[in-house]
């Protein structure tokens, strides 16, 4: 049809209304009149407090129903088990305290009330002290990839050194836990992502009537409270991040970060056993050759199991997966592990052969899911295999155990995370730079085994109001292992006031006696508490 040149004019002003329109519609995501409306907030938990399952000591216990998608915030709900011993001067109270226990996978209710006597008065009195278990864990909804009869078979199955196809192995077996996940938990394993439980913490924050948070996080605790100044950064007043994680890496950059804790494990290994050979009488094995010893212990026990009290066989895989925790403990235990290693060269009793517990498994399950949902791994099996086989060959004492092992810690999340079937809604994807909150206090160990001290280094970086404190020790995390940085922390909760930049603490409790049995030994990785502090 032919355009008079009369409409010319009224074409023009229509064409150019249409790009107004269309720039705007870019600019704003929809044209003037066709905006939707934001969705509703998600509706604020109602609390009941009420006596605990096993009262006794002060707490009283509320369940918590928080959107299971926050896409969707007035739909489904899960409940959030939550626990809280109140203020003891109730005249001067400040305010709630957050503990937010390490994993994933361990219970924050049972954090809180194991740690509250470690704290000081100064924060008992000041702080009603509030903890609860994150969803997918214990009392909210525990995730159920694996049960206990198929993870028992893949550990008791597993070895210390292991052989020909072990890659193949993993990478199947993480193919093979990722579809359990989906099969036993699909409906909550996209929900369980740090993003999420970061939302869910605000919503308890509303619950308990509260306009800021005092937060303490160790470990995984402190990717958690990371998530949650970056997102909601005006609602935090303190804020202390133990054991820290570069978030970046961890979420974004998986297998270097990974790389640096397959590197950092066996460096604290490594740092053991040489005590051991310069300390040959008060570590007591290996005879002044305690690398050796424990290669050649390794491999004895993979091709002679001690068959323990529950029937199941200890391996070679046993002693290393035991060792990954206990070495958290510092110098203090090395004289115990030393005693441990020796019992189990000669086929005794020792915790470093106690196979993962049903107990285990619960944790394990949740810390793969949770950090599969936050992660996210470049797909492809040649990439997985070749960055695995990498990070094994830089961790020679324990990288081969653990990294081509059955799904269980940090270490080997690459073989089912890279193969990880769910969608990832609960995943934090912002910035981490905290922009506008308060000073947040990052403390890092300079011999962490498990979250390698340049992590910390890197989030006091990242965040714009990061403080860094560093503990010159070995082990993980410093809070209650040092009375230097416990003071330095405690002044910090209790009246905000930061240590001066660039501080040091090193005060390291030397390799106790083993007449004088710590409470730190014997480390088991369900059970998550503050330490009482030494003095």
Not at 136 to 150: A, F, H, I, L, P
Request: with cysteine; charged share 20%; proline share 9%.
């Amino acid at each position: 049809m032919q355009t008079r040149l009369a409409d010319a004019p009224r074409k023009r002003v229509v064409w150019g209304t249409a790009l107004v329109l269309i720039a705007v519609t870019a600019l704003f995501g929809t044209a003037p009149g066709a905006a939707t409306a934001a969705p509703a907030p998600p509706p604020v938990p109602v609390l009941s407090w009420g006596p605990c399952a096993d009262p006794g000591d002060g707490f009283e216990c509320a369940t918590a129903r928080v959107p299971l998608d926050y896409r969707q915030p007035t739909g489904r709900t899960i409940p959030l088990a939550v626990t809280r011993r109140p203020a003891a001067d109730r005249a001067h109270r400040t305010g709630v305290l957050l503990l937010h226990p390490g994993g994933p996978g361990n219970s924050g209710v049972d954090f809180a009330r194991d740690s509250y006597e470690a704290l000081p008065a100064s924060l008992r009195d000041a702080f009603d002290v509030v903890g609860y278990d994150m969803r997918g864990v214990k009392r909210s909804g525990q995730v159920e990839c694996w049960n206990d009869t198929e993870y028992s078979a893949a550990v008791d199955a597993a070895r210390g050194v292991p052989g020909p196809g072990a890659l193949r192995g993993a990478v199947r077996q993480g193919l093979d836990f990722a579809n359990a996940c989906r099969q036993r938990s699909g409906d909550l394993v996209p929900f369980v992502g740090t993003g999420s439980n970061a939302k869910d913490i605000d919503l308890l924050r509303q619950a308990l009537g509260e306009q800021t948070l005092t937060f303490y996080g160790r470990s995984f605790g402190s990717y958690v409270g990371t998530v949650y100044a970056a997102q909601f950064p005006r609602r935090v007043r303190a804020m202390v991040l133990d054991g820290a994680y570069d978030p970046r890496h961890y979420a974004d950059v998986p297998y270097t970060y990974d790389a640096g804790q397959f590197v950092a494990l066996d460096a604290a290994v490594g740092r053991f056993l040489d005590w051991c050979a310069q300390e040959p009488v008060t570590c007591g094995f290996g005879d002044g050759k305690p690398r050796q010893a424990f290669e050649e212990l390794k491999r004895a026990l993979d091709a002679d199991p001690v068959i323990t009290a529950s029937g199941r066989p200890a391996t070679g895989y046993t002693l290393a997966y035991r060792l990954m925790f206990n070495i958290n403990s510092g110098k203090e235990v090395w004289p115990y592990l030393g005693e441990a290693l020796r019992a189990a060269q000669a086929h005794r009793g020792s915790f470093l052969l106690n196979p993962p517990s049903p107990a285990s498994f619960d944790f394990l399950n949740v810390n793969m899911a949770v950090e599969c949902a936050d992660r996210v791994y470049p797909a492809g099996r040649l990439l997985l295999g070749a960055l695995v086989s990498a990070h094994v060959a830089t961790a020679p004492l324990l990288g081969p155990a653990i990294g081509f092992g059955p799904p269980t810690y940090d270490h080997n999340h690459a073989p089912t995370c890279a193969q990880w079937p769910a969608e990832r809604p609960s995943r934090f994807e912002g910035s981490y730079r905290a922009a506008g909150s308060a000073p947040i206090l990052v403390l890092g160990t300079t011999g962490d085994p498990d979250t390698p001290y340049q992590d910390a280094v890197a989030l006091a970086g990242t965040l714009d109001n990061g403080r860094l404190l560093t503990f010159a020790a070995e082990g993980h995390t410093s809070y209650n292992r040092s009375a230097c940085v416990s003071a330095l922390v405690n002044d910090y909760l209790a009246t905000l006031a930061l240590p001066a930049r660039g501080t040091v603490c090193a005060d390291e409790t030397p390799p106790e006696p083993l007449d004088r049995r710590t409470p730190a030994i014997e480390a088991d990785e369900t059970r998550d508490v503050i330490p009482a502090l030494r003095h």
